[in-house]
């Protein structure tokens, strides 16, 4: 809670160590002009941490422009980008200056750049080259002084292996390398990511419902498939369903997708972490996993007595038991005797 307080809007919420050192080296990096490559899946939060390199640097005072490659008409891309004269294409009534000059004397990032077709690839590469720009329908070419930061949802080395990417332009970008993990192995940045967005979405920022501990524990064995974005739902959910009551409980908590376990089929079995694997998150799901069904073996399935027993609602209890089916872990016919 202190820590999402203290973050300024924009600002970075972190907590796992792994997060809090991306962000040390990015604090460091941004005192340079390098080119900077962030890796990871969508909604891991690459934007935040391009806008907390650009806020950190002898740019902050220049623009920002963040642009992404992949929402953009791919025929419209060139223009966009490089700008154009009045006149040079069907429907050019007015000149257009383009991100690239948009963003002179600040940060350009190209989000999704992975999309970006091939042809204009190449002249992307010749622009960051030569710090210069030719717009659609000029012969000259204009200056420009940009830090670029590129980030990518997929695999560039393996898109240069498969020429949907260049390799001239990957290494061009590719100075600096950053990569963000999936929410699901960040366990201990989704309490303070969520306290965060109950402050930012709270509709009475002076009343803000705190998550308990049990809402927190259902939160951390959740997959993450959506990552941050699906958190952030999933917290707004979170504060209309709990009102005016101050806590938000496992009954406020709505995912976005039936949840699952990041877990080995079954808990009945012996499980072995190789060293790589043995991270918080893992071990925080399945010991989840374990004390869920041992409590209702324990109690011979009686569903109310478990749930009184693990300090939660009997309905967050079915929806756990479900996402446990769904994930393919067995349940003990004990465990799931249902009795009341």
């Known amino acids: 809670m202190t820590l999402a307080a203290m973050a300024g809007p924009g600002e970075p919420i972190a907590a796992d160590p792994e997060s809090l050192s991306v962000f040390a080296l990015a604090d460091r990096l941004a005192v340079s002009d390098i080119p900077v490559l962030i890796n990871g899946p969508t909604g891991t939060g690459k934007e935040v941490l391009s806008r907390f390199i650009h806020a950190r640097s002898k740019r902050a005072a220049g623009p920002f422009i963040a642009v992404n490659c992949a929402a953009m008409p791919e025929h419209m891309l060139e223009a966009m980008l490089f700008g154009h004269q009045k006149g040079a294409f069907t429907g050019a009534t007015g000149a257009s200056e383009g991100f690239m000059r948009a963003a002179d004397g600040g940060t350009l990032l190209l989000d999704e750049i992975a999309e970006l077709p091939l042809p204009l690839q190449a002249k992307l590469l010749r622009a960051l080259q030569e710090q210069e720009v030719v717009p659609i329908g000029a012969t000259k070419p204009i200056p420009v002084d940009i830090r670029v930061i590129a ?7 393996t898109e240069v292996a498969e020429g949907r990417f260049r390799a001239d ?7 600096f390398p950053l990569s963000l993990r999936p929410l699901r192995e960040r366990a201990d940045d989704i309490a303070p ?6 402050l930012r979405h709270a509709h009475n920022p002076a009343r803000v419902p705190c998550l308990n501990e049990a809402a927190l524990a259902m939160l951390k064995i959740h997959a993450w498939p959506g990552n941050v974005r699906e958190l952030e739902n999933v917290v707004r959910r979170a504060l209309l369903l709990a009102g005016e009551s101050g806590t938000i ?11 699952r376990l990041v877990a080995v089929p079954s808990v009945s079995e012996p499980i072995e972490l190789e060293a790589p694997a043995r991270k918080l998150s893992s071990v925080v ?3 989840e996993a374990r004390a869920i069904i041992d409590t209702l073996e324990a109690c011979g399935g009686n569903r109310l007595q478990a749930a009184r027993e693990l300090g939660i609602s009997e309905r967050t209890l079915r929806y756990r038991l ?5 994930a393919g872990i067995e349940i ?8 009341r």
């Open 151 to 157: 980030c990518a949802n997929r695999d560039l080395p």
């Open 169 to 175: 332009l990957y290494y061009r970008l590719n100075v």
């Open 193 to 198: 990511l969520a306290f965060g967005m109950a």
């Open 249 to 259: 409980t496992p009954d406020h908590i709505v995912f976005d997708m039936p949840a």
């Open 285 to 287: 799901q399945l010991s």
């Open 322 to 326: 479900a996402s446990f089916r769904d």
């Open 332 to 339: 003990s016919r004990a465990a799931a005797g249902g009795r």
